[in-house]
């Protein structure tokens, strides 16, 4: 589209500050508070990634020659679900606008929303942050078998965010791929999505205990939405299923986390800093808990090859922090500046070298965080929240929350 296009109040949307803090995790006038300590460095040698972009390669191919891509723009002229309104019960300070899913996915305790990213991250500012003729917001899913259950695989949705656009979304499913050239077959991806990040065509998403999926968004295969709701990946020649989604997009690589500091990384959440090209990542840890780490936790970076969207072979970090608070689902980083959500503390934490911590009240259920840059507007944090009948996706003025 020609015309520039901006985020303002559209559906959900509401601008203003609250009063007090209100039940269900909502907020009223931010109340900074300097935090009790700041992070640390640690030493940016213990953490390395290996790169492969070409995993999948020959399954891929084949698979795109039996299915057929779809591209994004595609994918959204078939968008067949309705976002809804914010409700008016829900205010943030600084809160530009939002939305929820509709009824069924938010209500749906099979399902998670985890990772946010969004097309200004796959491609800046220019055009309005449009990918493919639309300005998207891209939320991570994982699926439980049951309420209360295992995770058994996981998902994207592309939710339209542009006025000239129906309010309508899409889920994808993600696949890995396998078989053979001559008989390609793909099947689910059990991980928890915590964190995504989009930068270029390449979708990274978090897997906890390994590093990063990659997935490339021109690539996405069609799939027939015949058979039954458990029924995934090749059925015949022609006929391939994926528990009923329309699409699927294929896993095509694997960034692998090393470490020698004798502790390996948790990739709870992660998010894509376009001024420094690179991606940070945060770790969910706790002070007393059971099943996950009861450490300090860390946050450290991973700048891209010189130029492009892709890491190479091997990368080393370019910063690594340990970190004084706990309980970690978000983090984002802009020009310096650190923003790490808790989603035990219900607070948000504001950190630069230079000038230290701020900490302020936040939402219940938190979980990641992307910045959307704005070349003519005030540039703003994007998040959401995973509680069931409670899955509000909002972005806030980041200057709210800038100490």
């Known amino acids: 589209m020609s015309e520039r296009r901006r985020v303002v109040p559209r559906v959900g949307a509401r601008v203003g500050l609250a009063a007090g803090v209100l039940a269900a995790g909502l907020l009223v006038a931010p109340v900074p508070a ?28 084949a698979l795109v020659s039996v299915l057929g891509t779809a591209a994004v723009h595609t994918v959204m002229d078939n968008a067949n679900h309705d976002r809804t309104a914010l409700p008016s019960s829900f205010s943030v300070p600084g809160l530009s606008g939002g939305f929820r899913f509709d009824s069924g996915d938010n209500s749906d305790c099979t399902n998670y929303p985890q ?48 006025a000239t656009y129906p309010n309508k979304y899409r889920k994808v499913l993600l696949v890995e791929p396998t078989g053979t ?37 021109r690539k996405i295969l069609r799939t027939s939405t015949g058979g039954t709701s458990d029924q995934i990946g090749r ?26 500091s004798g502790t390996n990384l948790a990739w709870s959440t992660i998010s894509l800093d376009r001024v420094s090209a690179s991606i940070v990542m945060a770790e969910y840890t706790c002070q007393s808990c059971t099943g996950y780490p009861n ?12 130029g492009a969207t ?57 979980e990641s965080i992307s910045y959307w840059e704005d070349a003519t507007n005030p540039d703003l944090l994007w998040t959401l929240q995973e509680g069931v009948g409670n899955r509000n996706v909002f972005a806030v003025g980041q200057a709210s929350y800038d100490g």
């Open 181 to 217: 050239a001559a008989t390609p077959d793909f099947r689910d991806i059990p991980i928890h999505a915590g964190g995504v990040s989009w930068y270029g065509h390449y979708l990274y998403v978090a897997d906890t205990g390994r590093g990063m999926r990659v997935f490339d968004m």
């Open 115 to 162: 990772g946010i990213t969004t097309s200004r991250d796959a491609v800046g500012t220019a055009n309005s942050g449009n990918y493919d003729g639309h300005q998207l917001v891209l939320v991570s899913w994982y699926t439980r078998d049951s309420c209360g259950g295992g995770q058994e695989r996981s998902r994207i949705t592309l939710v339209d965010w542009d």
């Open 235 to 260: 059925q015949s020649s022609t006929v391939y299923y994926a528990h009923n989604y329309a699409y699927v997009l294929p896993q095509i690589g694997t960034i692998t986390s090393n470490t020698t």
């Open 34 to 61: 300097a935090a009790a300590a700041g992070p640390t460095n640690l030493p940016v040698a213990q953490y390395t990634l290996s790169a492969n972009y070409h995993q999948y390669d020959t399954v891929n191919a």
């Open 310 to 366: 892709t890491f190479a072979a091997s990368t080393t970090a370019s910063q690594a922090l340990q970190l004084p608070w706990y309980n970690l689902n978000g983090v984002a980083s802009h020009n310096g500046r650190w923003w790490f959500n808790s989603s035990g503390q219900r607070q948000l934490y504001y950190w630069t070298p230079a000038a230290g911590a701020t900490t302020y009240p936040w939402v219940s259920a938190g």
């Open 295 to 306: 450490r300090a936790p860390r946050a450290v970076r991973f700048p891209f090859a010189s």
